[in-house]
């Protein structure tokens, strides 16, 4: 397909990477764009050239830019993201917010969370949480009447993925929202498999809380996370995780009184800001919020479509759903040998990842040509044949 019939590959030009390697792993690292060097070489330069004052000229305005592009790529109104250097703390600020009480002290999650969060809900546990994992049916999927159904007024939290890391099967969250609405909980969306894959609004779906991060589909590499606060809950909350710049006056250094929180967003920021990876994240994250996440997923459906119509004619078990609706932006495909096989398709500069029990997993992005998809089938079942014998 030529760019004039696929205007999404106008942004090929943007990533070198890709024309060098069969780049099918956007879901675990996305393509470094060009622009990553000559944004830490400038911040390079300006810590040599400018020292202290780099702060005031350059560096304090980052975090906020960078928010900025977040927020537009999820529909959120400009100063509602904070940005931190993973999703398990952008979570961790978000949750110190909540007294787990023993009238209410549930936080309800599900199996196929990431394991960090988890982790980290586990820790809650220790503070007074009671935590309710909802598991998983046949083939790790989770069905969203399961999660609605362990929700009641004992809930302080729903801590849930929009995504599963595992299958990519997408979650509908309008049920649960409305139970944990209806109860009194605050809804938490781990987003990091669905922003800049699929068409999420968090104005249209009303969420509370929304994390995610920058090393996959946003193409900005590892040390970006956010946290999306819904602007009327902003005010209420108020992180027992902090630190000095989420002081109202960071630089009055007042330590005479109490903590006294900035208004608005930078209330869930902590201490000195990751200026190098927030630089580093930057042209990935505005390239992905320009393109938009509708544009972005149309493309993806129509080459996750393709890739699992050559799985059916050549009889491959697939591990994510097949369903449009339910589907990510990742294919797995359950295929003998996987390990194997990813390290025979990676020293060819075919790069995707496996994980134990969905098998390998691609995935195509906006910058994928669609011949690529037909090449990249094909050199799996290449490699799988060889593999085999
Ligand atoms: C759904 C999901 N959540 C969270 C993470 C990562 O969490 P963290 O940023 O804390 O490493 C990943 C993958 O790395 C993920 O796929």
């Not at 902003?234 to 900035?262: I, Y």
Request: hydrophobic share 45%; net charge neutral; charged share 25%.
């Amino acid at each position: 397909m030529s760019s004039a019939a696929d205007p999404l590959l106008e942004y090929r030009r943007h990533f070198p990477s890709v024309e060098r390697t069969l780049h099918f792993a956007s879901h675990t690292l996305g393509a470094m764009p060009a622009g990553v060097a000559e944004s830490l070489a400038e911040y390079a330069n300006t810590w040599d050239q400018r020292g202290i004052r780099a702060w005031e000229e350059r560096w304090m305005g980052v975090p906020s830019q960078v928010a900025g592009a977040i927020a537009r790529l999820l529909g959120g109104a400009e100063g509602t993201v904070s940005l931190h250097p993973n999703v398990t703390s952008a979570q961790d600020v978000a949750l110190s917010c909540v007294t787990f009480r023993p009238e209410r002290p549930r936080l309800v999650c599900t199996a196929e969370d990431f394991p960090s969060v988890l982790y980290l809900y586990e820790g809650l546990a220790r503070r007074g949480a009671e935590v309710v994992r909802v598991p998983a049916r046949a083939g790790r999927r989770m069905i969203e009447e399961d999660i609605v159904a362990a929700i009641d007024e004992r809930t302080a939290v729903v801590a849930i993925s929009l995504v599963l890391f595992r299958t990519a099967q997408v979650l509908e969250l309008s049920a649960i929202a409305r139970r944990a609405r209806e109860v009194g909980a605050l809804l938490m969306v781990d987003a990091y498999q669905g922003a800049g894959v699929l068409d999420l609004d968090v104005k249209r779906d009303d969420l509370d809380l929304v994390t995610g991060g920058s090393i996959k589909w946003l193409c900005g590499g590892p040390g970006t996370s956010y946290l999306y606060v819904r602007p009327q809950l902003a005010p209420t909350l108020s992180p027992a995780v902090t630190g000095w710049f989420g002081h109202e006056q960071p630089f009055a250094f007042d330590t005479d009184g109490p903590h006294r929180l900035h208004a608005g967003e930078r209330r869930f920021w902590n201490g000195t800001p990751s200026i190098p990876a927030y630089l580093a994240s930057r042209p990935g994250i505005e390239l992905v919020a320009g393109i938009g996440g509708a544009a972005i997923r149309e493309k993806s459906l129509r080459l996750t479509s393709r890739m699992l119509e050559l799985a059916r004619e050549w009889g491959w078990k697939v591990g994510s759903p097949l369903e449009e609706a339910r589907r990510g932006g990742t294919v797995c495909l359950d295929l003998p040998n996987a390990a194997a096989v990813c390290a025979d398709l990676l020293a060819q500069d075919v790069l995707l990842d496996h994980r134990p029990g969905v098998g390998l997993r691609l995935a195509p992005h906006f910058y994928t040509r669609a011949d690529e998809v037909d090449e990249v089938m094909a050199r799996v079942r290449t490699s799988v044949e060889r593999m085999g014998r």
